[in-house]
C-alpha cells in the first residue's frame, strides 16, 4: 500500500475514533456525593476543570456540582406522559427537544431561600394591584409584572408569573415560583414559555417549558432521575 494510501486511512480513522468517542463516550459528574457518567449524546455543555484555578486565592472552594443536559423530544414523549413532541407557532413545527440544568452542593442547599425570595416578590406585585388573569392552559393565574407595548397581555410581549388560583402559598413546597414569558407566534397569536425551578431527592432541576408542555413539568424532575440513575458510575 502507498504511503499516502495509508495516510489518508489514518486521517480516516482518527476521524471516525474522534466522531465515535464524541457520540458514544462519556463524562462524569459528581452531584452530592454521586458520580455519573453522562453520555456525550445527552451533554447540552460539556463541563471542563481548569486545575490551575483551584489555588486561585478567594475563589469558592466548593466544587460545581452541575450537569446540563439536553433531552430529545422523541425520548421525552416517550418517558413523560402527556409530553408533546412538537412545538408550534414557528414558521414550520419544530422538535421539543429540552435542556435541563441538575444542581447540586450549594446550589440545591439555596434552593429554600430563593423559593422564599420568589414568594416575596409575587406578593409585592400583587400588593401593587397588578394585573392578574387565568391562565386556561393550566388553570392557575398569571400575575403580572411587565405587559406588552400595546397594553394587553400578548401584544408585544409580556412577562408574568404562574400561581396557583389559591394563592402563592399553595405553590408546591418543592418548586420555586414559575415564571413567564408570553409573545406573538407567527400568525400574532399569544404564544409563552416558563422557567422552573423544581427540587427533588437533594437536587435542583432547571428547565424551560413552551406552552404545550407546561402542564408536565411536574413529572420532568422525576424522569430525570430515572435518566441519571442509569448513568450511575
Known amino acids: ?13 482518527i476521524g471516525a475514533a474522534a466522531i465515535a468517542e464524541s457520540y458514544l463516550g462519556s463524562t462524569r459528574y459528581q452531584l452530592n456525593d454521586a458520580t455519573y457518567a453522562v453520555p456525550h449524546k445527552y451533554e447540552f455543555m460539556r463541563n471542563f476543570r481548569v486545575p490551575w484555578l483551584a489555588s486561585v486565592k478567594g475563589l469558592d472552594k466548593e466544587p460545581d456540582e452541575s ?59 400583587l400588593a401593587k394591584d397588578g394585573l392578574r388573569q387565568r391562565d386556561p392552559t393550566t388553570g392557575w393565574d398569571r400575575v403580572y409584572w411587565l405587559v406588552g407595548e400595546e397594553g394587553t397581555p400578548g401584544e ?44 427533588d431527592k437533594g437536587l435542583v ?17 422525576a424522569y430525570v432521575l430515572r435518566r441519571l440513575a442509569s448513568w450511575r458510575a
Open 67 to 125: 450537569v446540563w443536559l439536553l433531552l430529545p423530544a422523541s425520548e421525552l414523549r416517550g418517558g413523560v406522559q402527556g409530553y408533546k413532541r412538537m412545538f408550534h407557532g414557528y414558521s414550520s413545527d419544530v422538535e421539543a427537544d429540552m435542556v435541563v440544568q441538575v444542581l447540586g452542593g450549594k446550589e440545591a442547599r439555596e434552593f429554600p431561600a430563593d423559593r422564599s425570595s420568589d414568594i416575596t416578590k409575587v406578593r409585592q406585585e
Open 205 to 221: 432541576f432547571d428547565f424551560t417549558l413552551r406552552q404545550e408542555n407546561v402542564g408536565t413539568a411536574s413529572r420532568i424532575a
Open 156 to 199: 408585544g410581549g409580556s412577562l408574568f408569573y404562574l400561581v396557583p388560583r389559591d394563592g402563592v402559598e399553595s405553590l408546591p413546597p418543592n418548586w420555586r415560583v414559575p415564571s413567564c414569558q408570553g409573545s406573538p407566534d407567527v400568525k400574532g397569536h399569544e404564544r409563552f414559555d416558563c422557567s422552573f425551578t423544581i427540587s
Open 1 to 13: 500500500m502507498k504511503r499516502a494510501h495509508i495516510t489518508v486511512l489514518a486521517i480516516a480513522c
